[in-house]
């Protein structure tokens, strides 16, 4: 499976941006997806997951009620409204076919990722 992000750029605190990925390489009906980010110096976090049924989705609380999961078959998106520059980071957007609730938020569960967006929010 190949993941492709884009959406990224420079906005002001406040603004909103949608962040897309698209899969491709594989049927991913019945995979689970996430976004994840990293900071310079920070360790790669997680944002927000939808499972592979594709009803249930997860944050991270700093971003519950701004950022939105949502998947269209092979594509996923992650809506972001009242954007703090606390969330500049490189967005990732991860997946997998074999993942369980309890590792949604977890990195190292993930076997496939794209190449990162860039989100920068200045203030």
């Known amino acids: 499976v190949q993941l492709q992000a884009s959406g990224g750029g420079l906005v002001q605190a406040g603004d909103s941006l949608r962040l897309s990925c698209t899969a491709s390489?594989?049927?991913?009906?019945?995979?689970?997806f996430a976004w994840f980010r990293q900071a310079p110096g920070k360790e790669r976090e997680f944002v927000a997951a939808?499972?592979?049924?594709?009803?249930n989705t997860y944050y991270t609380d700093s971003v519950k009620g701004r950022f939105t999961i949502s998947r269209d078959n092979a594509k996923l998106y992650l809506q972001m409204s009242s954007l703090k520059p606390e969330d500049t980071a490189r967005y990732y957007c991860?997946?997998?076919?074999?993942?369980?609730?309890?590792?949604?938020?977890?990195?190292?569960?993930?076997?496939?990722w794209g190449q990162g967006t860039q989100v920068t929010v200045s203030s």
């Open positions: 991860a997946a997998d076919g074999n993942l369980i609730l309890s590792s949604l938020r977890v990195v190292g569960a993930y076997k496939y």
């Open positions: 390489g594989r049927t991913v009906r019945s995979y689970s």
């Open positions: 939808v499972f592979r049924n594709g009803q």
